[in-house]
């Protein structure tokens, strides 16, 4: 069974630092893309950028180029989303996806990020 | 940047009856288009992609048609679980994938 499980929710502070996961298990991670995307309190979907962990090549959406980087560990099959200093508004769901043939078809749970003084 | 825009922002239908949810693009993005739905608290899920390919375990009420610009999603009777919120996405212009705003499939 694939699946994606993700880490569990953080409370940051503006300016800190945080890395988040996504655990792939039941295929073979290093084949297919893993995308992320955000959802902000009570707003639509928005596409931060993918993954293929198989070699590391990262693309990022325009609107997230340079805020975010994502980046993978194949060995221990787990995609991440980081930020070296975060903001207000970053408080955001965050989710990973399995990409097949460019579409999502498999989901992890979502990551809530909080970040308040 | 492809602006994909939904209509109605909310849908009232009752049990049964049929859900007929738009999605229009700014320019043309092919069949590279995907709909999912995503329910309180969940994550979304992916339903039709290639504008009209059921995904995996996905009942036949869904249905999806459209090329270029025009695009529908079709719930031929709506059952309880189907009430959520329904997202377009075109993945034709990498790497600036966008979604629709959401269409919100409500009970009358």
């Known amino acids: 069974e694939v699946q994606l499980v993700q880490s569990g929710a953080e409370v940051k502070k503006p300016g800190e630092s945080l890395k988040i996961s996504c655990k792939g298990s039941g295929y073979s991670f290093t084949s297919y893309w893993i995308g992320w995307v955000r959802q902000m309190p009570g707003k639509g979907l928005e596409w931060m950028g993918i993954?293929?962990?198989?070699?590391?090549?990262?693309r990022y959406s325009p609107s997230f180029q340079g805020q975010v980087t994502i980046s993978a560990d194949k060995s221990i099959s787990t995609a991440y989303l980081q930020w070296s200093s975060l903001k207000a508004s970053d408080t955001a769901m965050y989710y990973c996806a399995r990409l097949n043939n460019w579409n999502m078809n498999y989901w992890g749970q979502g990551t809530l990020v909080t970040v308040s003084s | 940047e492809i602006v994909m825009t939904q209509s109605p922002a909310t849908l009232s239908v009752s049990p049964g009856e049929r859900a007929t949810l738009s999605c229009r693009a700014s320019q043309s993005v092919s069949s590279n288009l995907a709909w999912y739905q995503q329910k309180p608290g969940q994550a979304p899920r992916l339903l039709i992609y290639g504008a009209s390919t059921r995904a995996t375990g996905i009942p036949a009420r869904f249905s999806g048609s459209g090329s270029g610009t025009e695009f529908t999603l079709t719930i031929s009777s709506l059952q309880s679980e189907d009430f959520a919120v329904y997202y377009c996405?075109?993945?034709?212009?990498?790497?600036?994938?966008?979604f629709g705003q959401g269409t919100k499939v409500e009970i009358k």
């Open positions: 993954i293929y962990p198989g070699d590391s090549d990262t």
């Open positions: 996405q075109q993945y034709n212009n990498w790497p600036q994938w966008t």
